[in-house]
């Protein structure tokens, strides 16, 4: 059975840093890519960023560019996501998912599993 575990969500002042972390179990997800998407309330889920588990490739909604990074390690089946310069806007619940590799990246329905989510509350 998979599993997708989200931690590291939490609530910060703007301008603080956070680093999510989602753990992924049940079978072996080197050929797969990882993602993280966000649903803040009463608005629809949006991808946030993208890679593969070596990280030779990553992709940022632009509302996240130069402030979010993504990184996967393989040897730990985690993917991270380091959140910098954050913003009141950035407050939702950050979802991973897996999807195969090739899926569209920033489309939900690429994404065949999703972690429970954790949230993030961004204070002025």
């Known amino acids: 059975q998979v599993q997708l575990v989200e931690s590291g969500g939490g609530l910060v002042q703007a301008g603080g840093s956070l680093r999510l972390s989602c753990a992924a179990s049940?079978?072996?997800?080197?050929?797969?890519?990882m993602g993280w998407f966000r649903q803040a309330p009463g608005k629809e889920r949006e991808f946030v960023a993208a890679?593969?588990?070596?990280?030779?490739?990553?992709y940022y909604a632009d509302s996240v560019k130069g402030r979010f990074t993504i990184s996967g390690d393989n040897a730990k089946s985690t993917v991270y996501l380091q959140m910098n310069s954050l913003r009141p806007e950035d407050t939702a619940v950050y979802y991973c998912?897996?999807?195969?590799?090739?899926?569209?990246?920033?489309?939900?329905?690429?994404?065949?599993?999703w972690g429970q989510g954790t949230q993030v509350t961004v204070s002025l």
């Open positions: 998912a897996v999807r195969r590799p090739a899926q569209a990246v920033d489309v939900m329905t690429s994404y065949e599993y």
């Open positions: 049940g079978r072996t997800f080197g050929a797969y890519r």
């Open positions: 890679t593969s588990w070596n990280g030779d490739t990553t």
